[in-house]
């Protein structure tokens, strides 16, 4: 059964880097066909899909957000890390991982206050 737990800080300063990580059990970050994925949801709205790297390690990012995207891994914690530069109170948002395609699971999400 695969698990994520997101993890990082719950208060960033506007224009500080918003830095998370997403710790994968039950299923290795490098398994062929897996991506890893950052979603949020900030207050009011709805979903927002960011990014994902892939099972090589490849990288995608949404078009709204790529000049400020980064994803990264660490194959040897089975993790994988989020980074956002340049953050403003609109990035206030839960923060969530998830494995896909399709998006399940998910982890339980993280708040991120500006």
């Known amino acids: 059964q695969v698990q994520l737990q997101e993890s990082g800080p719950g208060l960033v300063k506007p224009s500080q880097t918003l830095s998370l990580t997403c710790i994968v059990s039950?299923?290795?970050?490098?398994?062929?066909?897996?991506?890893w994925n950052w979603i949020r949801q900030s207050p009011g709205k709805g979903l927002e899909w960011i990014g994902y790297?892939?099972?090589?390690?490849?990288?995608f990012y949404s078009p709204s957000l790529k000049n400020r995207t980064s994803i990264s891994r660490d194959t040897s914690k089975n993790q994988f890390t989020l980074q956002l530069t340049s953050v403003t109170p609109e990035d206030t948002a839960v923060y969530y991982c998830?494995?896909?395609?399709?998006?399940?699971?998910w982890g339980q999400g993280t708040q991120v206050l500006l």
């Open positions: 998830a494995q896909g395609l399709p998006l399940s699971p």
């Open positions: 039950g299923a290795s970050i490098t398994t062929a066909y897996y991506y």
């Open positions: 790297i892939s099972h090589s390690g490849s990288t």
